[in-house]
């Protein structure tokens, strides 16, 4: 396990946990990495939190004092920075953002040239560097310091690209969006209003504090409400740096991730462009799900929790559509990570293309009751490797027998065990939840 980069990168709360001298670091080791033999291109983007703007500036004099050229997106997306790191030829992207966290915490997301996170090598050493055991990095000097150069035309094509990709008009059609007051609030208005949608939007006013507070995919309950309120046909929640959506139904009840899965993967097969091909989860799928995917003839696989671990799968057995419950989903046709307002629009594109409302196309599937427990926690990995607590879960899925199941982990980015019961009663997912939950508190690992 990283010391500083966990699954979705270098996370914690601004200047505690992450520290601006870190984002210096980071940039001064990637310039000098990336310019060994050639003067470095690297592009930054940033989510709207008040913290970003700081690790931003930290970044670029990091880069440019090591001799690396910095193109700045300023707000944006995750999938747009990985998008135009691709087609751009950037070495390297980088996004500040902590995803779906509070505004107090920040993250630095390390892109690789092919638009994908950064593999693990880089990683080690980008570590190794912060830890002193490399460098420190020469440098640069006279005409071989880098240039800021503003990048809000990469942005720009980005939306372009997102608007090539529908394939209707959506004149007519009501939209709701909830942008979660984040990266989108420069991006998808702009996409749903450029195809013609009556487009309805809400916590689109970022001050750099309101990120993710009480809005967007984390807190969806309020686009439910403002869907059935005002008679829309659909609405999407994105998360604060947008490689997240979840949408709701015309009915108000929401369509998560393993819905979209089904959504898409079923229209992909009647399509005929599955092909022989999986569609990817991860094991926090539900089992409702994997029921209604027999019940298709289509295959699936089960990766770790993480976008990241859903894209490795994809990417090394050419499956062409994967993601997680969160709303991370990955059309591997067209993007290399979790893009929120484009699976808004592939969800758009069934709707459309089958004359169907959003609650018709998920009819075919019966979720099972879920319960996902999240028990802040002194050390995720004694807990996990704690004999009293593993003697609970076995406890526990003994007494559900062959009708669900239970799901230990840890998160990558917090302080966090999360417990997961599936079965077909609420009242027994408690039950179960409650015994392990219990261990842990016994074991005086709860905070």
């Given at each position: 396990m990283?010391?500083?980069f ?9 200047n505690?946990?992450?520290?601006v001298?870190?984002a ?8 000098w990495y990336?310019g060994k ?10 989510d709207?939190?008040l913290?970003?703007?700081?690790f931003?500036c930290a ?6 004092a090591?001799?690396a ?10 999938p747009s920075?990985?998008?135009?790191t ?7 992207g ?7 966290n509070p ?5 630095i997301?390390?892109i ?8 693990e ?9 912060l ?7 020469p ?6 310091i880098g240039?800021?150069?503003?990048y ?18 959506y004149?007519g ?6 942008c979660?007051n ?19 939007v809400i916590n689109n ?21 403002f869907?059935?309120e ?8 994105f998360?604060?740096?947008a490689?997240?959506?979840l949408?709701?139904?015309e009915?108000?009840?929401i369509?998560?991730?393993d ?5 898409y ?5 009647k399509?005929?462009?599955?092909l022989?091909?999986?569609v990817?989860t991860t094991?926090m799928s ?5 029921k ?10 089960k990766?770790?929790?993480?976008d990241?671990?859903?894209y490795?799968?994809m990417?090394?057995n ?5 993601g997680?419950?969160?709303?991370h989903i990955?059309?591997?046709?067209y993007a ?26 998920t009819?075919?599937l019966?979720?099972?009751p879920?319960?996902?427990k ?12 704690d004999?009293?607590v593993?003697r609970?879960?076995r ?13 230990l ?8 065990v ?8 609420e ?8 015994h ?7 074991q005086?690992?709860?905070?």
């Amino acid at each position: 396990m990283s010391k500083y980069f966990g699954t979705d990168g270098f996370r914690g709360r601004a200047n505690v946990d992450l520290k601006v001298e870190h984002a210096f670091e980071i940039g001064r080791f990637l310039g000098w990495y990336y310019g060994k033999n050639h003067k470095a291109k690297v592009v930054i983007g940033k989510d709207t939190r008040l913290s970003s703007y700081m690790f931003e500036c930290a970044l670029a004099a990091g880069l440019t004092a090591s001799g690396a050229d910095t193109y700045t997106m300023h707000v944006t997306s995750t999938p747009s920075v990985a998008y135009i790191t691709r087609i751009d030829d950037f070495d390297c992207g980088i996004m500040i953002s902590a995803s779906h966290n509070p505004y107090h915490d920040n993250g630095i997301k390390l892109i690789n040239a092919n638009g994908e996170k950064m593999e693990e090598s880089v990683i080690d050493l980008v570590e190794q560097y912060l830890d002193g055991k490399i460098g420190p990095a020469p440098y640069a000097s006279d005409d071989k310091i880098g240039m800021v150069i503003d990048y809000s035309s990469g942005r720009n094509r980005y939306i372009g690209y997102l608007i090539s990709l529908a394939t209707h008009s959506y004149k007519g059609v009501k939209i709701g969006l909830d942008c979660a007051n984040g990266s989108t609030w420069m991006i998808a208005k702009s996409v749903f209003d450029a195809l013609g949608a009556d487009t309805y939007v809400i916590n689109n006013s970022p001050n750099g504090v309101n990120i993710n507070t009480d809005c967007g995919s984390t807190h969806i309950e309020h686009l439910q409400k403002f869907v059935v309120e005002n008679g829309l046909d659909v609405g999407f929640a994105f998360d604060g740096d947008a490689d997240r959506c979840l949408a709701v139904d015309e009915k108000g009840e929401i369509v998560d991730g393993d819905k979209i899965l089904y959504i898409y993967g079923s229209f992909m097969k009647k399509k005929g462009t599955l092909l022989d091909t999986k569609v990817v989860t991860t094991v926090m799928s539900n089992m409702g799900l994997y029921k209604a995917f027999d019940a298709l003839g289509i295959g699936y696989e089960k990766t770790d929790v993480g976008d990241k671990y859903v894209y490795e799968n994809m990417r090394l057995n050419g499956n062409l559509i994967g993601g997680e419950q969160s709303g991370h989903i990955i059309f591997g046709k067209y993007a290399t990570t979790g893009d929120g307002v484009l699976t808004a629009i592939k969800l758009m594109q069934a709707m459309l293309s089958q004359k169907m409302t959003m609650s018709q196309l998920t009819e075919g599937l019966v979720i099972y009751p879920q319960l996902l427990k999240n028990v802040r926690v002194t050390d995720k990995n004694a807990v996990l490797n704690d004999e009293d607590v593993l003697r609970a879960e076995r406890e526990a899925t003994e007494e559900l027998g062959g009708d669900g199941r239970v799901l230990l982990r840890k998160s990558g980015t917090e302080p966090l065990v999360r417990v997961m019961v599936e079965a077909p009663d609420e009242t027994v997912c408690n039950k179960a939840a409650e015994h392990i939950i219990a261990a842990i508190k016994a074991q005086g690992y709860a905070l």
